[in-house]
């Protein structure tokens, strides 16, 4: 049913061995230009996809446009159009004693599907990044955010027709659940799979896909506030970390605190009333936060409140008597995603480094700069928590794989 999908992208993917960077700028440059002019269509047609949504849903934040929100993701494919692309970049060239040249050359890794939810700025994130970096692509969002993904591929496809470029190298799957189920098993027609969104979306793709599969995880995300820390700048970090936006992997979820800046918690915390952060804190920081912290959103903590994505106004605190118990506690629920410290101690510090095994790790600075934008990389197609092929945020470099090519002078290997 799906098939001429797959047929067409697979061939659209060889035009991209033959578009000249310059042309590629030209097309992304357009796009960002398109996006801004058509912020009224766009905001249409995610309008309808909020309506079907309840506004306490966590994802309600991920799948709303404003102007500004557009505004950035225009600005993203345009920090995209400005980046070199990293295809034909020699990796590695040597000349063996027999004579035979060998290059290790970096290429686009083909056709890239992605799966993702109440998401549409991934729409344009993933073709600008695949286009810069040589790849044809297949979307498959989720029915949330059915309308907005539509209205933002049609633009896609006009700049791409605009300048003469083949739109067949996108493709947007319908949002039926048949449309997953094909794309996981389009072997032989798309070259990696990364799902974006829900732990339940990875894993369901993690465990059925017969495509090679980049996980783009949860973010689980721990902040450990060491006995040495400046309480100051540990109540600025935490409370960015928290409540910059609750709807994204890289808030924070949970506070580790040596014992010794118990006394503290209350500063550390404080501002985050304002912003109704409902806290679930292990025994010893209740009875430091009773009385200082609004009774409605303080509660006890359970075993069930800790390795949880919130995704909303909810953070768990967790009291160690020292550093072992801090890097315990995050070795036992963190996802690998972002982790931090706030510390002065520098053998703490060298330690959480050494130690705690995640894609992106913070020393005295907040969680929210996971991110492939904040990381100068124009935008990003998913922040990987494996450790094959990429790790972190995911950006022109993560989306290419590599050839080796041999030259020779009518060379023979000997028997």
Not at 61 to 67: A, F, G, P, Q
Not at 201 to 211: D, G, P, Q, T
Not at 250 to 266: F, G, K, Q, T
Not at 350 to 375: K, M, P
Request: hydrophobic residues 45%.
């Amino acid at each position: 049913m799906y098939k001429h999908h797959f047929d067409k992208v697979k061939a659209a993917a060889r035009f991209l061995s033959r578009i000249k960077a310059e042309e590629v700028t030209d097309i992304l440059e357009s796009l960002s230009k398109a996006l801004r002019l058509s912020a009224q269509i766009i905001l249409e047609a995610n309008k309808k996809d909020l309506a079907r949504m309840d506004v306490s849903d966590p994802k309600y934040d991920r799948l709303k446009l404003t102007e500004k929100r557009i505004d950035v993701i225009a600005g993203d494919v345009a920090n995209v159009a400005k980046l070199p692309c990293p295809v034909g970049e020699v990796m590695e060239s040597k000349k063996m004693d027999n004579g035979l040249l060998l290059e290790k050359k970096r290429v686009a890794l083909g056709v890239v599907g992605v799966i993702y939810e109440a998401r549409p700025n991934v729409t344009i994130d993933v073709f600008a990044l695949c286009l810069r970096s040589g790849n044809a692509c297949v979307l498959k969002g989720g029915r949330d955010a059915e309308y907005s993904n539509r209205v933002l591929v049609q633009i896609i496809y006009e700049v791409l027709i605009k300048h003469g470029a083949n739109p067949e190298i996108v493709q947007l799957l319908p949002v039926e659940r048949a449309a997953t189920e094909a794309l996981m098993n389009a072997v032989g027609y798309v070259d990696v799979l990364i799902p974006r969104g829900s732990q339940g979306l990875i894993n369901a793709v993690r465990e059925n896909a017969k495509l090679p599969v980049i996980e783009t995880g949860a973010g689980i995300v721990h902040t450990y506030i060491d006995g040495s820390a400046n309480v100051e700048m540990a109540q600025k970090v935490v409370y960015n970390a928290k409540t910059r936006r609750v709807s994204v992997c890289n808030a924070l979820d949970c506070i580790v605190i040596h014992h010794h800046r118990l006394i503290d918690l209350p500063t550390l915390v404080k501002d985050m009333a304002n912003e109704h952060v409902e806290i679930f804190a292990d025994e010893s920081a209740y009875e430091v936060l009773k009385g200082r912290y609004p009774e409605g959103l303080l509660n006890k903590a359970s075993e069930q409140d800790f390795g949880i994505e919130f995704l909303a106004y909810k953070l768990s605190i967790k009291t160690v008597a020292n550093v072992d118990e801090a890097f315990d506690h995050i070795y036992a629920y963190s996802s690998r995603h972002s982790e931090a410290i706030i510390a002065n101690d520098e053998l703490v510090i060298q330690r959480f480094l050494n130690e705690v095994d995640a894609a992106a790790v913070y020393v005295n600075a907040s969680t929210a700069f996971t991110d492939g934008a904040q990381f100068g990389l124009g935008a990003e197609i998913g922040i990987s928590t494996q450790k094959l092929h990429a790790r972190g945020p995911m950006g022109l470099r993560e989306l290419t794989s590599y050839k080796w090519i041999i030259q020779g002078k009518g060379h023979t290997r000997p028997a």
